[in-house]
């Protein structure tokens, strides 16, 4: 960034809950299915038709709103949001307004920059408040088919209409696009570990917008804001702010005018483009929900919540780091993913050996699940089928490249690593008196070596340990080998 301006970042997430039905219905709230399958009155807007508050929202509201560190308020209202487009048939949202189901947030995140390369730097805590997550219905879904200059088709899915949202915003306390990069990779996270959202991006059911100004250092006002919308990644969401960072700066150095816009990600020519202006900026008009009481939630009920989350991943985390001697990047990585998570824990415990278990499902056994397509949940590896290869490495029998080997050759046919082993005859020996025969016998044969050997040419040392690994096929414990003739040849 440009020196003595600062940006001003705040974040919108909306998250899909992960329900089963609808949030005012039951049709189900399954995504790809045939359009306008999962219709009813209610999700219509129909005349008549009322809605009613599935129960489960609101498990799934209060675990996103306690593991983002939010406060769930005892009463809140759900208001009606009016606007008009194709996708919305009752002409409204049910929305909250003034009393969102959940305010006043801290969430520490880790974040770091990165250079041109996208290497990070040292990832630091950062505290980031978030004003609310509120809860609210999803509209339904514009589809268009062909070019404006043909023949334009538009039609509507209302499968998409009604199912369960939370709407998560930020205080303006993001300073650059990583730190939002590293937020919003967060909340995902988070959401998907407590069960609260599956907060899959490219099926849309998480969806963030950023709402980005610049302003000179020391300046208190803010400045006019461009919001960002349509970001179908996080890394291009994390473009986009970089862009429109620079575009801003760069405008009001000039001079220009920046005004208070929607933008959106034009990935082909990577910068942003105009989606609409200010003008057409909405008046809501937001009022009450006639159709639904205000919504209490019991201290009970926020106990119980509590009492049934999962250890969190940052937590955990700092667990990994603290009881397995592990670095802040392995233990990150180990928490990208639940499963792989109690993948690791079970691995550790099993094998004794944190830190190896950690390098080998982090470089052998991740690499084979990429490959494979394949997630920690399914590896045809077992936690403690890796745990037993990793005890038989501990115990000197294999060598860490034959360790790699057995782990690939488990993971293609699900075999035992003493099965694989054994198959592929890699069992070390490491009989004392097994390696003193072969190199008895190497040297009764090599006398001529030995000779030179005892008589300064030390390079020939590398000669021996070769006839023996060769004598024992290969199978000879190299340590052993090497201590081993350096006592006979010297003496
Ligand atoms: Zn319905
Ligand atoms: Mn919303």
Not at 12 to 36: M, R, S, V, Y
Not at 116 to 122: P, V
Request: aromatic share 8%; net charge negative.
């Amino acid at each position: 960034m440009k020196e003595g301006w600062e940006a001003i970042i705040g974040m919108e997430i909306h998250a899909q809950l992960a329900t089963e039905t609808k949030i005012f219905c039951q049709c189900a709230a399954n995504f790809g299915d045939e359009p306008n399958a999962n219709t009813c009155p209610v999700c219509l807007g129909l005349p008549g038709a009322l809605p009613v508050l599935n129960e489960n929202v609101i498990n799934l509201g209060a675990k996103a709103a306690l593991a983002l560190g939010l406060n769930v308020n005892e009463t809140s209202i759900f208001a009606r949001k009016n606007y008009f487009y194709p996708d919305l048939p009752k002409g409204y949202q049910i929305s909250q307004y003034d009393q969102p189901f959940s305010s006043n947030g801290e969430l520490v995140i880790m974040t770091a920059e990165r250079d041109e390369s996208g290497r990070a730097s040292e990832f630091k805590p950062m505290t980031i408040r978030i004003e609310r997550m509120h809860l609210e219905e999803d509209a339904g879904k514009n589809v268009h088919e062909g070019l404006p200059e043909v023949d334009k088709y538009s039609y509507i899915d209302l499968n998409r209409a009604g199912t369960p949202l939370g709407e998560i915003v930020t205080a303006p306390d993001f300073r650059s696009s990583w730190q939002a990069y590293d937020y919003v990779n967060h909340v995902r996270r988070v959401l998907q570990w407590v069960g609260a959202s599956d907060a899959d991006m490219e099926k849309g059911n998480l969806r963030c917008e950023a709402n980005v100004s610049v302003r000179k250092i020391g300046e208190d006002k803010f400045r006019n804001k461009v919001e960002l919308k349509n970001l179908n990644s996080v890394r291009f969401m994390q473009k986009a702010i970089e862009y429109e960072i620079e575009r801003q700066i760069q405008a009001h150095e000039n001079g220009e005018t920046v005004s208070q816009e929607t933008r959106l990600w034009d990935e082909k020519n990577n910068r942003t483009r105009v989606m609409r202006s200010k003008e057409d900026a909405h008046d809501y008009r937001y009022f009450p929900e006639p159709d639904l009481q205000p919504l209490k939630v019991t201290a009970e009920f926020i106990e119980r919540v509590k009492a049934e989350m999962p250890e969190l991943p940052d937590v955990m985390r700092d667990r990994f780091i603290a009881d397995y001697k592990i670095s802040y990047n392995d233990a990150s990585q180990l928490v990208s993913d639940k499963d792989l998570a109690a993948f690791y824990e079970r691995a550790a415990t099993a094998s004794n050996n944190p830190r190896v278990s950690a390098n080998f499902i982090l470089s052998e056994l991740l690499r084979e699940l990429n490959n494979a397509g394949k997630s920690a949940a399914d590896s045809p590896v077992s936690a403690e089928n890796l745990a037993e290869l990793i005890k038989t490495l501990d115990a000197g029998k294999i060598n860490n490249n034959q360790a790699k080997e057995v782990l690939t050759a488990m993971f293609a046919d699900g075999k035992s690593a003493a099965e694989v082993i054994a198959e592929k005859g890699f069992e070390q020996i490491s009989d004392a008196g097994a390696i003193e025969k072969i190199i008895d016998e190497i040297i009764e044969t090599n006398q001529n070596q030995v000779a030179a050997y005892r008589g300064g040419n030390e390079k020939l040392f590398g000669f021996f340990v070769g006839q023996t690994m060769k004598a024992s096929g290969g199978k000879a414990n190299p340590k052993m080998v090497n201590e081993i003739l350096k006592v006979k040849l010297n003496s």
